[in-house]
């Protein structure tokens, strides 16, 4: 899905991919996230249970995303930041507004 606004003398389109890429490097650059649970590629889209996903209704945005945290931070911690991150970076990067970042812990990797 592509999410259009329009102005009077111009469009902008943003697609999911945009949106799904914001989010994955937003993620990964939060300190205690080891990595998001799944592989991120074309197939995502299709895929029954990719990491990120993102539903829009207009032009906002809800985003889920599945992460796993190294095993030595605090998980409560670790997903308010992935929360403010992904929500900060979508909204400035594409000028979308992100009306909530769900995020889901399924796993600690320990080093």
Do not use: C, H, W, Y
């Not at 989010?23 to 991120?40: F, N, S």
């Not at 507004?97 to 812990?105: G, R």
Request: glycine share 8%; hydrophobic share 40%; aromatic share 0%.
């Amino acid at each position: 899905m592509e999410v259009v606004k329009e102005n009077l003398n111009s469009r902008l389109k943003v697609s999911d991919d945009v949106i799904i890429t914001v989010t994955r490097l937003a993620t990964l650059d939060v300190k205690g996230v080891a990595g998001l649970d799944g592989e991120i590629n074309r197939l995502s889209k299709i895929s029954r249970n990719p990491p990120i996903t993102v539903g829009m209704v207009g032009d906002v945005a809800s985003i889920d995303v599945r992460i796993k945290v190294k095993g030595t931070e605090k998980v409560r911690n670790i997903a308010e930041n992935v929360q403010n991150a992904v929500k900060e970076n979508v909204q400035n990067m594409t000028g979308l507004t992100v009306a909530k970042v769900n995020v889901t812990v399924n796993g600690a990797v320990f080093e």
